[in-house]
């Protein structure tokens, strides 16, 4: 397919956390009733929530969107792939609508939609047969995300969490320290400093590599 496309959040997310609080302190030890450290808490999965967005290239909380196509040129049978997924179905009805050159919104009968890769096909005028899309302006309605919030991303997220709080205070350049008959401490290094590469938690990279979306 060749042309551009425009992403805009027409509704954005209350919260992009991909944890809740108590979550985090049922994780890091800290007892539900100790609110002193909330706050500093409540940054942290701030952080590791958007970390996780960027590296997987998509946000994971549920939001509207609208998709703006201009001179795609597709090919029969090809589909167009929402930027954000899976779509929101409800009540077995996906939440998406689709016009083309400013017109009406599309008859649910002509396209064809698989929510957990926002795929849509477009069929042909009597909607049996592929067709293709080749609008000069197509514009995608739609809500995608995910409600929950899967459990392995939860999982990576607050294993990421722990490696940026048990970080904090500690020198970076440490990389090993022996007290003779006391303590012997080995780091990884500065493994959660960043959002990249060797700076993501090697569990949590696992647990996010299905989820990372390679395009733009």
């Given at each position: 397919?060749?042309?551009y ?51 997987c ?5 549920v939001q ?28 077995g ?5 689709v ?6 919104p599309l ?15 477009r ?14 302006l ?14 392995d ?9 722990g ?6 205070g500690?020198d ?17 290094g500065d493994?959660?400093?960043?959002t ?13 590599a299905p989820?990372r979306?390679?395009?733009?």
């Amino acid at each position: 397919m060749s042309g551009y496309r425009i992403n805009r959040v027409v509704m954005p997310a209350a919260s992009m956390a991909l944890v809740t609080l108590d979550q985090a302190k049922a994780a890091l030890g800290i007892p539900v009733e100790d609110t002193s450290k909330d706050a500093a808490l409540s940054a942290h999965i701030d952080s590791v929530s958007a970390a996780i967005n960027n590296y997987c290239n998509r946000i994971f909380a549920v939001q509207e969107y609208t998709d703006q196509i201009r001179n795609l040129c597709g090919y029969w049978g090809e589909p167009l792939v929402t930027r954000q997924f899976p779509v929101v179905v409800e009540d077995g009805v996906p939440l998406v609508t689709v016009s083309e050159d400013g017109g009406l919104p599309l008859d649910a009968g002509y396209l064809e939609l698989h929510p957990e890769t926002g795929s849509l096909y477009r069929l042909d005028s009597a909607g049996a047969a592929p067709g293709a899309w080749t609008a000069a302006l197509i514009l995608v309605e739609y809500t995608a995300g995910f409600d929950p919030i899967p459990d392995d991303v939860q999982g990576a997220a607050l294993e990421w969490l722990g490696t940026r709080w048990y970080a904090v205070g500690r020198d970076p350049a440490l990389r090993s320290e022996t007290v003779p008959d006391l303590l012997t401490q080995v780091y990884a290094g500065d493994a959660g400093a960043g959002t990249y590469g060797g700076a993501v938690p090697a569990g949590a990279r696992d647990l996010l590599a299905p989820y990372r979306i390679w395009f733009v």
